[in-house]
């Protein structure tokens, strides 16, 4: 089970740090991903970090801006949002990748972030 927090409404230029806690699943086995779907968007892509947070990735509009981390002591994995945009409005949802492949087997419920002009 994956469980997000730490969404909300800012204002533009603000930042937000999301949270993605794991229970029941052996964390540090996986890669894990943040991934956000906007209203009347396709699902996509925003960061993924490897099993042991060597390698990191980042959708191009998010680069320089957002930071994914995790903790496995605390089963947990992270995603500072800095320099917020409107465009960065959607449910951002955290996801287990088992092989490291960017196919994700595991979800969580999502948590919303809101971001006004």
């Known amino acids: 089970q994956l469980v997000e927090n730490g969404g909300g409404s800012v204002q533009a230029g603000d930042s937000l740090k999301l949270s993605c806690a794991a229970s029941?699943?052996?964390?540090?086995?996986?890669?894990m991903g943040w991934l956000r779907q906007a209203p009347g968007k396709e699902r996509e892509f925003v960061a993924a970090?490897?099993?042991?947070?060597?390698?990191?990735n980042y959708a191009d509009s998010v680069k320089g801006r957002f930071t994914i981390s995790r903790d496995d002591a605390k089963n947990t994995v992270y995603l500072q949002m800095n320099s917020l945009k409107p465009e960065d409005t959607a449910v951002y949802y955290c996801?287990?990748?088992?092989?490291?492949?960017?196919?994700?087997?595991?979800w969580g419920q999502g948590t919303q972030v809101t971001v006004s002009s």
């Open positions: 970090i490897s099993r042991n947070g060597q390698y990191t």
């Open positions: 029941t699943l052996t964390f540090s086995s996986y890669a």
């Open positions: 996801a287990a990748d088992p092989e490291g492949v960017f196919v994700y087997e595991y």
